[in-house]
Structures are given as C-alpha cells and as structure tokens.
C-alpha cells in the first residue's frame, strides 16, 4: 500500500500536464494533473462544501468521454518577435498568446480549420491583429458546431470591414474545409479585451447554424449564448426539467433564457413560457427558436432580468415555476426579492458558479423558500468548473415550526 501511494505521487509528479505541452502556459485545465475519476470527487467535494448545508447533494454527473466537448472554440491571432504568426488561447491573466494547435478539450474540427487559417494568413499576405500598435487585420477566429447537425461556423473577427482578396480567402478555406457550412466577418475595431464587436457581415451561407437539444431545434448566432458541452447539456436540462415536474398548465418564467433553451424544452409541458434575457441577439435567436419548433406557449423580453421581474411583481403577475440561470456574478437582490414577491411553488436555479449560488440560495432561503434536491453536473471536464441544479420549493407556512 504504501508502496503504492509512492509510485501514485510519482505517476501525479511526473504526469503533471498528463502530455499537454500548454499545460502550464495555458492554465485552462487547472485538474488536468488529476485522474477523471479524482477531478469528479474533487468536484462533489467543492459543491459539498459550498452547498451541502442546505440540502443533500447527488452525485455529480460525468462524462462518458470527457475529452473535446468544446463545440465554440475562440482562438486569438498575433504575432511573434520573430515574425510568426500564431493562434490559440491568451496565458492565464495575461495577453500573451500561447499558440495551440490542437486541444484537449476543442472539437477537433473546429482546431483544423483555426489552424488552416492561420497557414492561409501568410499565403494571402494578411497581418493579425496587434494590440498594442493597433495594425494589422484579423485578431480572433471563432468556430461553432452544431453538435447534432454538423453544421459549422466560423467567425472572422478583423480589425476594419475592410476585406481584401476576400472571395479567394473564402473559396480557398471552403476548398480545404468543404464542412463549414456558414462564414461571418465580424468587425472589432475597439479597444476592447472583448472578442466580438457589434457589427457583422455574412460573408458565405445563412450566417447562423442550427442545433437540436432535447429534442428542440435551435438557432445559434454568432453573439448568442450557447452552452458549450452539447452532451452535459442534455442531463443539466433534463435535471432541470425533472425538478420542475411539469404538469401542463404551469405558467413558468425562464430567466437569464440565452436562446430560449431551457425554456423551448419546458413549454412542451407547460401552460405558458415567459423568457427573459439581456443580450439582444440571443432574444432575436430566442424567437426565431419559438417558431422553429412551432411553439406558440412562450414569448420573449430583451430585458435585465432583475428589472423584468421587478415590474412583474409590481404588476400583481404570478408564477408557477422560475427557472433561472445567471451568469457566473450570479443573480441580483432586485431579482430575488421578486422572486419572493412573485411566489412561485418551484425555483430550478441552475448555475455555473456555486459560491455565488451559495450566497443567493441563503437569500432564499431566508425568504420562504427550502432546498429540496441538489445535482452536481461536470460540464467542463479538467477544469475547476462545476455546474449544479437545485430545486428550491415553497415552504408551507407550518413547516418551519419545529416541534
Ligand atoms: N439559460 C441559457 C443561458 C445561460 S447563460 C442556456 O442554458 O443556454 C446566462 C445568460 O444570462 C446569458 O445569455 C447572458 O446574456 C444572460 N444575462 C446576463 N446578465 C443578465 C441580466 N442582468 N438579465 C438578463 N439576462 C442576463
């Protein structure tokens, strides 16, 4: 045994980076020097010490096959020193690019085709972007897939609109990649650490790909929020939508709703869908999802979610059942108090950052509300990342009375 743990600690020294040469460059895979099965208990432990003192957690969920889930990978263009061109990720905290060809977590379609490009920004004189100088063109390439479908996008993000030699750019990456099925310029001409700028051009196809999750279809647009790990993202959603235990005639709330996912999947079963989201180019997605799948039982606000449900509220409206899903800051006290006001039976807080969670849970807590059931979902394997579902439900007025 204690032999054992020896030649164990051995195997963790010198697997560190377990043969990614970016390992400590990178530091995008923080647990990479862990086993699968360690990086899941080192998960379960974290959620347990950020969540277990409200209710029981589940075993988290993993992956079958936790390599290249990633179907949107972003990839940074510059320059070396010596003249180099080079794509990948920036170093942890920094703004220096380390260059990437293939990665363990990427699709590795998505690596190609960045790779290509990068060789194709030589052959066609074409400069990267320089940040501190502010020359040069193309500054990031940004690749989704549709994980069911197979339809690919890519994003060009370029410094000014202007494109020289596009169409032969363009004909020559579909000739090595006849797979793209859609290619977007998108121009950033901002002093930005932001990779996307406002304006976009269709430059080959519909500008968009399509989806299928849960059986719903979706449109993804360039801009539009999009969970990143297709195969988790079906049991986070399944979880969710187990927990509200639908009925049919629910009115229920999706907020912080991206493309309307979460909130398309539970208007199957329910009696009407109300989604609220900030960015403006996932609601225009949103909408177009609804008609999609010929959903006439939900409809759509671009709007601050803690600022909608605070005007629903003030409004006398009720809900059956929120669903929300904020970004890793977490949810705001205007939303919360809404929540409360508005009374739900069932909250599915899904989130992807538990100590923010941790502290909006109390706040629920407090205000009428009890954790019932708490999943832990892997959807970011290698990283320190853990995604978790929780079902809150109203307490009964009697049964915080303990006898
Ligand atoms: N539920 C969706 C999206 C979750 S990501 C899905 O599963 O795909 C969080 C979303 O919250 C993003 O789409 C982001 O644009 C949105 N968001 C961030 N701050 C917001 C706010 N204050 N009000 C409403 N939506 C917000």
Known sequence: MK??????????????????????KCGGCQLQNMTYDEQLSFKQAKTIRLLGRFCHIEEIIGMRQPEH???KVQAAFGMTRGGKIISGVYQSSSHNIVCVDNCRLEDRKADRIIVTIRK??????????????KTGFLRHVLVK????????????????????????????????????????????NANTSLVLGESEKVLYGKGYITDILCGCKFKIS?????????????????TAIEYADLKGDETVID????????????????GSVV??????????????NAKLNEMKNIYFYNDDAGKFMVEMAKAGEKADVVFMDPPRAGSDINFLSSVVRLAPKKIVYISCNPETQARDLAYLVKNGYQCKKIQPVDMF???????????????????????
Not at 224 to 237: A, C, D, W
Not at 381 to 403: M, N
């Open 69 to 71: 889930y990633r179907n």
């Open 145 to 188: 897939r549709g994980f069911a479908t197979g339809e690919i996008m890519v994003v060009l993000v370029t410094s000014t609109p202007v494109f020289k030699n596009k169409n032969a750019f363009i004909s020559k990456l579909l000739e090595e990649h006849p797979e793209i099925t859609t290619i977007v310029q998108n121009i950033n």
């Open 3 to 24: 032999q054992n743990n020896k030649d164990s600690k051995k195997i963790k020294k010198v697997g560190l980076g377990n043969g990614c040469p970016h390992y400590k």
């Open 222 to 238: 360039a801009k539009s929020f999009y969970q990143i790990n297709p195969v988790q993202t079906e049991k986070l959603y399944n």
């Open 381 to 403: 394997p290698h990283t320190a990342h853990v995604e978790t579902v929780v079902l809150l439900s109203q307490r009964r007025p009697d049964t915080h009375i303990v006898s």
């Open 275 to 288: 989604g609220v989201e900030l960015n403006k180019d996932a609601v225009k997605d949103a909408i177009v």
């Open 255 to 270: 907020a912080y709703c991206g493309i309307g996912t979460i909130g398309m999947v539970a208007a199957k079963n329910a």
């Open 120 to 133: 194709m920004l030589g052959d066609f004189k074409m400069l990267p972007y320089n940040e501190d100088r």
